[in-house]
């Protein structure tokens, strides 16, 4: 239940849902098997849920938008099949902290730089097939745990001209397609790990990360209209200082 909480307190918020599930592993005393970080990929399908609930109108009426987010997904996809094992080797408390600190900081920059025009895209809808893949490939960083995929889509989002509001839909979306497929493909590979205890502790932290999600996503819509995500970068890199000089 506290992990199904943490996964859907940050797997939207661009502060990295996997890097907290480690480090969150790492106080409880959790060890970081192929079972565990597996339950971590698997428990982030309750958010993705969520975010089919919060936006069934766009995900079930619009065939151009789901082209879009497959063009999106496609380098994640290449890239997640082709470097599998080397991705998962860098699930470690270490590598979240360093890479918490990078993304606050690179947060605080892009945001002291960009200015909001009236040209950007203002809607998912208009973004373009050259967006959605250039998108694709920011959020293929965030295989790295401790990057954020929400994080690296919106900036990506950001630089490439899209309005916050609309990086920031894109990324819940994108989000769909890419996490479905990690899941599945993470329970094909280790399905024969688990047992009937393992069900139950998935059915916890799922329907709990679900609830916990829904309603961080109409938070978070409504903070974007009227901040920036400068907040987000510090407490990323106060996050990952405290870790690498208290905890490890």
């Known amino acids: 239940m506290i992990l199904g909480i943490v996964e859907g307190v940050t797997e939207f918020l661009p502060v990295s849902s996997t890097g907290h599930l480690i480090l969150a592993s790492k106080l409880m005393g959790i060890e970081q098997t ?7 990929v698997v428990i982030q399908l309750g958010s993705i849920l969520a975010v089919i609930f919060a936006f069934k109108e766009k995900i079930f009426h619009s065939i151009e ?6 063009v999106g997904f496609i380098p994640t996809a290449v890239l997640g099949l082709t470097l599998y094992k080397i991705i998962k080797s860098l699930f470690a408390p270490e590598t979240v902290a360093y890479m918490l600190i990078v993304g606050g900081i690179i947060f605080v ?6 200015k909001e025009k009236e040209h950007h895209v203002a809607h998912v809808e208009e973004v373009s097939y050259r967006q959605a893949f250039l998108i694709g490939l920011f959020q293929s960083l965030a295989m790295v745990p401790g990057t954020s995929r ?11 001209g899209l309005k916050r509001k609309t990086a920031t839909e894109f990324s819940f979306l994108l989000a769909v397609p890419t996490m479905l497929a990690a899941t599945a493909y993470d329970i094909l590979k280790h ?3 688990f047992d009937f205890s393992d069900a139950q502790a998935l059915g916890v932290g799922f329907v709990t990360a679900f609830v916990v999600a829904l309603m961080i996503i109409k938070w978070f819509l409504a903070f974007i209209k009227k901040h920036t995500f400068i907040p987000f970068g510090i407490y ?13």
């Open 34 to 40: 192929e079972v565990h970080k597996t339950f971590e």
């Open 65 to 70: 938008l789901w082209k879009r987010l497959i």
């Open 236 to 248: 990323r890199i106060i996050v990952g200082l405290f870790f690498l000089g208290v905890i490890l």
């Open 150 to 160: 929400s994080g690296a889509t919106i900036i990506g989002g950001l630089l490439i």
């Open 109 to 114: 920059v892009v945001e002291l730089f960009y």
């Open 191 to 193: 399905h024969s790990e």
